[in-house]
């Protein structure tokens, strides 16, 4: 019996097995963590979720899910709050805020800001009245249209709305709000000089219009929940943000009654830029936080106050309620200030973050009643199965093609491994290796920052920030530019590498073109790609009918696998080439030269994610252990920024934070990519089939929920 389980027959059916028996636990892993991450964001079916669109009011289609618990009824309407994710990310960020707000009985519309996820950027030629009629400018993003959806609802009570943005969606979120209350006051005024003309005296004319302004039907927030970013403060002299300083400041809200808190983690990568002060702690110190608040400085976290009181004399919880409930009559809306042990990112996943802004949302809109406790949440499980769902997808991809090996169309792909052209066999030959492989991981660090930069560009905000590849009609995504670009530098660094390394070293010890793992007869050739692309659509396919089914995402925190649009899909093909390139010269790196032909199979895979990614771990370990330890980036400035001749040119300094949160990505899947082109060289001893397949995911990975930028 023994030696029959050793026959090469055995095994081949016994690895048949295998790569099916793993292919279907990660299909039922997909399908059964859909099936219950819709039961927690359903609340167990008590919150009914719709997809929604709507055209906005400078022409685009806006995209956004409704969460509506079964509570909320026209006989008993519900609060309602809308939710506007960061510029990285589309409304499934939001996820564990819209699930606890939603079972806690607030109706919630989680919106796709402007070309991200299935919203539209505005067609050419728009502009809005209230920001001056500047040519396609619409700061707001969608979210003062996504406001006056509400009124379309019934079971929506339209005294009680409020807004939570984080990061872009908190700057998106107040513009919404200006232009809100702008519209109420410009609807105000007319009926008040129409009244006060039909002879009306002040008191009336004044009573009168205000009257006609809340009949006019626009939708206007009472509370704000502001994450991961500061007040919008303007420069007075032509209000913009660019320049404003402590002396020429203004915050256009201040004289709308809007309950506003501030939510800031005290390693928010973004804190010297956006709040002018470098250590994220010390955030309430900044005079925008001044401005945002009436004059008010230094308050520690937790604190509720009334705007404009300088003193910021403590209100407490019952006190807060009731200033808040009356600042429409009283036009003293409160203010509040919380900071929480966290990253800029970390707002979207941290529970004390989202208690936060579920008690201030209660004390402001639900006149302090707290059915649940703030920090009774259940959305971490479906965080859990988004990222189970995620990493299960993945697995898939590679165990589809491992099962597709097996049918005879295809079976003539196996073959035995050529030989690495690395065997260590003395001290030499190991500093040799030690050497080549340290210059490897090199380029990657050394080059991030400078090459990634500071890939934000928001078209209808007027963000368009310097960065060393910046979007264009063809390659229309600004931060997925800034990757490609990353790619093909790092990417020709390291073919030149491996060309020395091959002619001066490989050469001589005998290895040729046929241990690179590309050479394949045509027939060869095309099998391996025909199987990865069959691998790579089946389990996508996979990944819509989940989506339609649950209308949930495999998704966990900076990580997506995402159904995409059409217009992500024209982007996709436009991108590809340059990961075909990237990863087919990566999988030829990792097998012929990576890979040491006299070492253990876990010894090459350790090696082997260890270049995948070894250089930028290091680089990301240094520079947040650094924030950290002292509050402040390792690394905070993009090369090349600091100079005097940079600044007089551009107005300051760019900082490394968007780069920094989007390494986050790249080290999650970098190593599994690795780890898949070794598992498939090793059967088909080629770099064709891992290589093709992991660019297709890899994209996949980087662009499905990615922001369209022009």
């Known amino acids: 019996m023994e030696q029959q389980i050793r026959t090469p027959e055995t095994k081949a059916r016994f690895r048949v097995r295998a790569s099916v028996i793993v292919l279907v636990i990660a299909l039922l892993a997909m399908i059964i963590s859909s099936a219950v991450g819709k039961s927690i964001a359903t609340s167990g079916g008590s919150v009914t979720i719709q997809d929604i669109t709507f055209t906005t009011d400078v022409g685009a289609e806006s995209h956004a899910k409704l969460y509506i618990p079964e509570t909320a009824t026209a006989e008993t309407p519900a609060p309602a709050v809308v939710l506007c994710h960061g510029y990285t990310a589309s409304l499934d960020a939001m996820e564990p805020n819209a699930i606890e707000l939603s079972r806690r009985g607030y109706v919630v519309m989680a919106l796709d800001l402007y070309g991200h996820g299935d919203s539209t950027l505005p067609p050419d030629g728009y502009s809005q009245v209230e920001m001056g009629s500047v040519l396609n400018y619409a700061p707001d993003l969608g979210t003062y249209s996504a406001l006056q959806e509400f009124a379309k609802y019934d079971f929506v009570d339209l005294t009680k709305i409020g807004m939570l943005g984080h990061s872009m969606g908190t700057a998106a979120i107040q513009e919404g709000a200006y232009l809100a ?65 402590a002396e020429n400041g203004v915050f256009p809200l201040y004289a709308a009654p809007v309950n506003i808190c501030t939510i800031q983690g005290w390693y928010d990568e973004f804190t010297e830029f956006l709040w002018g002060v470098s250590d994220a702690k010390e955030y309430t110190t900044s005079f925008k936080f001044a401005y945002g608040t009436g004059g008010v400085t230094n308050v520690p976290s937790g604190t509720y106050f009334m705007y404009g009181d300088t003193s910021a004399t403590p209100l407490s919880r019952e006190e807060a309620v009731t200033a808040a409930a ?11 200030a919380y900071d929480f042990d966290g990253t800029h990112s970390d707002t979207y996943y941290d529970e004390t973050a989202i208690s936060y802004g579920i008690d201030f949302l209660d004390i402001t809109l639900k006149g302090g009643v707290t059915e649940l406790a703030p920090t009774d949440q259940v959305w971490h499980g479906r965080a859990a199965c988004g990222l189970i769902g995620l990493v299960a997808t993945l697995v898939a991809f590679v165990a589809l093609a491992l099962a597709l090996l097996h049918v005879p169309f295809f079976a003539t792909l196996k073959r035995t491994e050529p030989k690495s052209i690395t065997t260590v066999d003395n001290a030499k030959h190991g500093i040799r290796y030690a050497i080549i492989y340290i210059v490897c991981l090199l380029p990657a660090p050394l080059l991030y920052y400078w090459l990634i930069g500071y890939p934000y560009y928001m078209q209808p905000q007027w963000f368009m920030f310097v960065t060393k590849f910046m979007p264009n009609d063809f390659f229309n995504m600004a931060p997925v530019n800034s990757l490609m670009l990353f790619n093909i530098v790092i990417g020709v660094i390291l073919l030149v590498v491996y060309v020395l390394v091959f002619l001066l070293i490989a050469k001589k010890a005998g290895c040729g073109w ?40 495999f998704s966990f925190f900076k990580f997506n696998i995402m159904p995409m649009n059409a217009e992500h899909w024209i982007a996709f093909f436009k991108y590809l080439p340059v990961w075909l390139f990237f990863f087919l010269l990566v999988s030829v790196i990792y097998n012929s030269f990576t890979r040491i032909n006299n070492a253990p199979a876990w010894v090459n895979y350790v090696l082997i994610i260890v270049a995948s990614c070894g250089g930028l771990a290091v680089m990301f370990g240094y520079d947040y252990g650094t924030l950290f330890a002292t509050g402040v980036r390792g690394i905070p400035y993009i090369p090349g920024s600091t100079t005097a001749e940079w600044i007089a040119a551009n107005g300051f300094a760019y900082p490394t934070a968007l780069a920094g949160i989007m390494c986050f990505g790249l080290l999650f899947i970098l190593p599994l990519s690795a780890v898949g082109i070794r598992v498939l060289h090793k059967k088909t001893g080629n770099a064709w089939v891992g290589g093709v397949l992991a660019a297709l995911v890899t994209l996949t990975f980087t662009i499905s929920h990615m922001v369209v930028s022009i």
């Open 514 to 553: 046929e241990e690179t793992g590309l050479k394949l007869p045509i027939m060869q050739f095309v099998k391996s790609v025909v199987l990865a692309v069959i691998s790579f659509a089946a389990i996508y396919a996979v990944v819509y009918l989940c989506h339609a089914f649950s209308g949930t995402y």
């Open 326 to 336: 009356s600042a429409a009559l009283t036009m003293v809306p409160i203010r509040a």
């Open 181 to 245: 209350y702008t519209k109420w006051q410009a609807a105000y005024t007319a009926a008040y000089t129409e009244n006060l003309t039909a002879g009306m005296d002040e008191a009336t004319a004044a009573g009168a219009a205000y009257m006609s302004a809340m009949s006019s039907g626009i939708v206007l927030p009472g509370s704000m929940v502001l994450t991961g970013y500061n007040y919008n403060v303007r420069n007075i002299n032509d209000l913009t943000y660019i320049g404003v300083t």
